[in-house]
């Protein structure tokens, strides 16, 4: 079987052929009017990293590896940096030893280890973090990353309470690929879930890509397993509880710093068969976002409601540039959408919004189809395919990424305005010009979820300073424009400067406590949410 390239997104068999690197070579040389040759991936023979600091004791030897392929693609995430870091073969600080238990007990068994030995534990799950959240932290303790990937099975389903209990290193895909038999489906598909675990989910408060109502990790969790330095962390099995602060709630987002998730009694629910599904073309993003406020407002919970402006409608969507385009999807296991999708349509004439009756697609029954045509389908095989662009593009000297935050509609046009602005200036400034572009991925009746994309020229081995310079500016107006300094990507290291503003002193306080007491020598992830 093909394994996980150590550098790029996707499998070993994803990484860029010669041609696909001169191709995106002669678009961006045609794109900024300079000549840009393609730089050659790294190979694992190429890469030499420092011996490990530690060995694994005899009864962990059989799950524990410390060889060249397994310390290089455990040594970052996926974010831009990430990428431009091992394209450029740097791994001065990869794990020791990466843990792969296949059981709980070796769960315990790892983590008793590493506090004996005074070793860092990075858990890990796919490995898809795009905020530095799996990096190793620096330093001279060694570190021990431990990669739940054997622990991915569904161990019950519940068909009664609509509910299954699964083990955290569930990848997305396999994870549907075993409740599609019992027709159910978890219904959480963040932009990462081929490479994105169930356990990685819960603790960073992933988004899916369900643009209302139930799209976040935590709407779907009815209770967690974890465990601690200081023994095992489970909530009792409820549909809702009002006994104190909830124990799930101090997991979700805990980012691996109070103890590893091993499984979850998640809520499911049956594979939809009823869609519909339209694209809607406004003559100004302004409209296009009114749009999206009064259909959120109207509770009609469309499962996709995504807003395009311009510039990312014409990239990803087919458009010409000069409207803004809002996906509206809606499905059910239960009964036909038809009403929703004309309420969603009415609503959104009534802003200035164009489609035609013939270009909303209703399916009564298993269509497959329905929402993979026109500007809709154009946008979902862009969705899809996104995190693989960046591969053939890795050593171009180009700056990109995204950055996702949400505001309160109240404040949304003068935060955008804000925004776009800052970091238009910062990409002039750093790039010499560069294009930014905005999309809606998540709306609330109280305010939409705003999801930017920047891209420039870069100068070839100053990337990640200049996108450090980027982010900064970015980060810094987000932050000063009121909205969150994550949505859906979480913290890691690469948003602690922003999170230590926008989180309360006292719970900074309370946080360290509840570290402390379930993970008093400080193994766990340091360095991410908190100082110890």
């Given at each position: 079987?093909?394994?996980?390239?150590?550098?790029?997104?996707?499998?070993?068999?994803?990484?860029?052929?010669?041609?696909?690197?001169?191709?995106?070579?002669?678009?961006?040389?045609?794109?900024?009017?300079?000549?840009?040759?393609?730089?050659?991936?790294?190979?694992?023979?190429?890469?030499?990293?420092?011996?490990?600091?530690?060995?694994?004791?005899?009864?962990?030897?059989?799950?524990?590896?410390?060889?060249?392929?397994?310390?290089?693609?455990?040594?970052?995430?996926?974010?831009?940096?990430?990428?431009?870091?091992?394209?450029?073969?740097?791994?001065?600080?990869?794990?020791?030893?990466?843990?792969?238990?296949?059981?709980?007990?070796?769960?315990?068994?790892?983590?008793?280890?590493?506090?004996?030995?005074?070793?860092?534990?990075?858990?890990?799950?796919?490995?898809?973090?795009?905020?530095?959240?799996?990096?190793?932290?620096?330093?001279?303790?060694?570190?021990?990353?431990?990669?739940?990937?054997?622990?991915d099975r569904v161990l019950e389903v519940d068909q009664t309470s609509r509910a299954a209990r699964i083990q955290a290193g569930v990848l997305g895909?396999?994870?549907?690929?075993?409740?599609?038999?019992?027709?159910?489906?978890?219904?959480?598909?963040?932009?990462?879930?081929?490479?994105?675990?169930?356990?990685?989910?819960?603790?960073?408060?992933?988004?899916?890509?369900?643009?209302?109502?139930?799209?976040?990790?935590?709407?779907?969790?009815?209770?967690?397993?974890?465990?601690?330095?200081?023994?095992?962390?489970?909530?009792?099995?409820?549909?809702?509880?009002?006994?104190?602060?909830?124990?799930?709630?101090?997991?979700?987002?805990?980012?691996?710093?109070?103890?590893?998730?091993?499984?979850?009694?998640?809520?499911?629910?049956?594979?939809?068969?009823?869609?519909?599904?339209?694209?809607?073309?406004?003559?100004?993003?302004?409209?296009?976002?009114?749009?999206?406020?009064?259909?959120?407002?109207?509770?009609?919970?469309?499962?996709?409601?995504?807003?395009?402006?311009?510039?990312?409608?014409?990239?990803?969507?087919?458009?010409?540039?000069?409207?803004?385009v809002l996906v509206i999807g809606f499905e059910s296991a239960d009964f036909p959408q038809d009403a929703l999708i004309a309420e969603a349509v009415?609503?959104?004439?009534?802003?200035?919004?164009?489609?035609?009756?013939?270009?909303?697609?209703?399916?009564?029954?298993?269509?497959?189809?329905?929402?993979?045509?026109?500007?809709?389908?154009?946008?979902?095989?862009?969705?899809?395919?996104?995190?693989?662009?960046?591969?053939?593009?890795?050593?171009?000297?180009?700056?990109?990424?995204?950055?996702?935050?949400?505001?309160?509609?109240?404040?949304?046009?003068?935060?955008?305005?804000?925004?776009?602005?800052?970091?238009?200036?910062?990409?002039?400034?750093?790039?010499?010009?560069?294009?930014?572009?905005?999309?809606?991925?998540?709306?609330?009746?109280?305010?939409?979820?705003?999801?930017?994309?920047?891209?420039?020229?870069?100068?070839?081995?100053?990337?990640?300073?200049?996108?450090?310079?980027?982010?900064?500016?970015?980060?810094?107006?987000?932050?000063?424009?009121?909205?969150?300094?994550?949505?859906?990507?979480?913290?890691?290291?690469?948003?602690?400067?922003?999170?230590?503003?926008?989180?309360?002193?006292?719970?900074?306080?309370?946080?360290?406590?509840?570290?402390?007491?379930?993970?008093?020598?400080?193994?766990?992830?340091?360095?991410?949410?908190?100082?110890?």
């Open positions: 079987m093909a394994r996980r390239s150590f550098w790029a997104w996707g499998l070993e068999t994803d990484e860029p052929t010669p041609e696909q690197q001169a191709s995106a070579a002669r678009r961006a040389s045609e794109r900024y009017g300079k000549t840009i040759e393609p730089v050659r991936p790294p190979s694992l023979d190429e890469i030499t990293l420092r011996a490990p600091r530690i060995k694994p004791p005899a009864a962990l030897a059989a799950f524990c590896k410390d060889d060249t392929y397994d310390r290089a693609a455990h040594s970052y995430g996926r974010s831009f940096i990430d990428m431009v870091r091992a394209f450029g073969r740097q791994f001065p600080n990869p794990p020791d030893v990466v843990a792969y238990p296949r059981t709980e007990a070796e769960v315990v068994a790892v983590l008793d280890w590493c506090a004996s030995a005074n070793a860092a534990a990075v858990p890990f799950g796919g490995g898809s973090s795009v905020v530095g959240g799996v990096e190793p932290p620096g330093g001279d303790r060694p570190v021990v990353t431990i990669d739940l990937g054997q622990m895909p396999s994870l549907e690929d075993q409740l599609r038999p019992h027709g159910l489906t978890l219904r959480h598909f963040p932009q990462s879930f081929e490479y994105s675990s169930l356990g990685g989910w819960i603790v960073t408060r992933s988004g899916g890509h369900y643009a209302t109502n139930h799209t976040h990790i935590d709407d779907f969790v009815e209770s967690v397993r974890m465990v601690t330095p200081a023994g095992a962390w489970e909530s009792r099995r409820l549909p809702g509880s009002g006994a104190g602060p909830s124990p799930d709630r101090m997991v979700l987002g805990s980012e691996g710093i109070l103890g590893i998730v091993t499984e979850a009694w998640m809520r499911v629910q049956g594979r939809p068969t009823f869609r519909a599904s339209a694209g809607v073309n406004f003559p100004t993003w302004e409209s296009g976002a009114e749009a999206a406020r009064l259909i959120t407002r109207a509770k009609l919970w469309p499962a996709n409601c995504r807003l395009l402006d311009p510039g990312e409608a014409e990239a990803a969507a087919g458009g010409t540039g000069k409207e803004a009415r609503i959104a004439r009534e802003c200035g919004g164009v489609v035609g009756d013939d270009a909303i697609r209703i399916s009564s029954g298993k269509d497959e189809e329905v929402g993979r045509q026109g500007s809709v389908g154009a946008w979902r095989n862009s969705f899809i395919r996104a995190p693989y662009a960046r591969n053939s593009t890795m050593g171009l000297g180009l700056v990109g990424d995204t950055f996702e935050t949400s505001i309160t509609w109240d404040r949304w046009p003068e935060f955008d305005r804000s925004v776009r602005a800052a970091v238009q200036e910062a990409l002039q400034r750093v790039c010499g010009g560069g294009t930014l572009t905005c999309r809606f991925t998540h709306v609330y009746p109280d305010g939409p979820a705003p999801y930017y994309s920047f891209s420039g020229l870069g100068r070839k081995g100053g990337e990640i300073e200049m996108w450090r310079e980027i982010k900064r500016a970015a980060s810094d107006a987000v932050m000063a424009g009121g909205g969150t300094i994550t949505h859906h990507h979480a913290v890691g290291r690469d948003h602690r400067p922003w999170y230590d503003i926008q989180r309360p002193a006292p719970f900074t306080l309370a946080l360290r406590a509840a570290k402390k007491a379930v993970d008093p020598q400080g193994i766990l992830n340091p360095g991410v949410l908190i100082d110890p």
